[in-house]
């Protein structure tokens, strides 16, 4: 697996702000994600943060709400923009680790430990 | 059909009980599948991966029906700590992101 931290662990923020959401990986990734996990909800996921290139959205997100960096390997940035009380979420960032499983390679998702953000 | 469907339970199992539940999916092409256990407040932790017919790890064992799609997980010799919401992931997002369903509850009672 990874070992993943994210920054902050939880905010208040008030509407109309941005917050920007740091994640770190001790090891070199390939690929990183980022998913918002609503109160009550399940995981959906937001983009793909492709090193050396623009992020890749899901339908029903995009890169004005939510910009992302991805300057490394190892790390990765996710703002939320003009944020209103509908951002209210934990906002996860997971890695995909390329492990030997059974004699053959396979892609395993490890998440970090998430951002609570609320917004009043 | 939505892409990845579960029951949410709750399932409420004596401690030492057998459990299974099963998890579907819309993408018949398809060819791994997650099950994730989260506890409350805290990340999603891979359980087990599936990539043919099953898996098995301890006193969890995973199966996959791909002429139903579906992928089933069964706990056995339930204990108090397996008491979390399983999350069932199927890649289907850019690059491979995952697809999580609902989750179901599992309530294990002494």
């Known amino acids: 697996s990874a070992v993943i931290s994210q920054k902050p662990s939880r905010d208040i923020c008030q509407r109309g702000t941005s917050l920007t959401i740091q994640c770190q990986v001790d090891?070199?990734?390939?690929?990183m994600f980022w998913y918002r996990q609503q109160p009550g909800q399940s995981l959906t996921l937001i983009a793909t943060?492709?090193?050396?290139?623009?992020?890749?959205?899901e339908s029903g997100f995009v890169i004005d709400k939510f910009p992302i960096s991805r300057p490394n390997l190892t790390f990765s940035t996710l703002t939320v923009s003009n944020m209103s009380p509908e951002d209210s979420s934990i906002y996860l960032c997971s890695v995909e680790v390329w492990v030997p499983t059974s004699g053959r390679a396979t892609d395993e998702q490890f998440f970090g430990p998430g951002t609570r953000l609320t917004v009043l | 059909r939505k892409e990845v469907e579960q029951d949410p339970g709750p399932f409420n199992v004596p401690e030492g009980a057998t459990v299974a539940f099963n998890c579907t999916y819309s993408?018949?092409?398809?060819?791994?599948f997650f099950w994730y256990r989260q506890d409350c407040r805290k990340e999603p932790k891979l359980l087990m991966s599936?990539?043919?017919s099953g898996n098995e790890d301890g006193r969890f064992t995973a199966q996959l029906n791909r002429a139903s799609q579906y992928i089933s997980l069964l706990i056995r010799d339930s204990k108090l700590s397996d008491s979390a919401t399983y999350l069932c992931?199927?890649?289907?997002?850019?690059?491979?992101?995952?697809?999580f369903g609902k989750g179901t509850h599992l309530i294990i009672q002494p």
């Open positions: 599936v990539y043919s």
């Open positions: 943060a492709n090193q050396g290139s623009e992020a890749t959205y």
């Open positions: 090891s070199q990734v390939t690929m």
């Open positions: 992931a199927v890649p289907g997002g850019g690059a491979d992101g995952l697809t």
């Open positions: 993408n018949s092409a398809s060819q791994s």
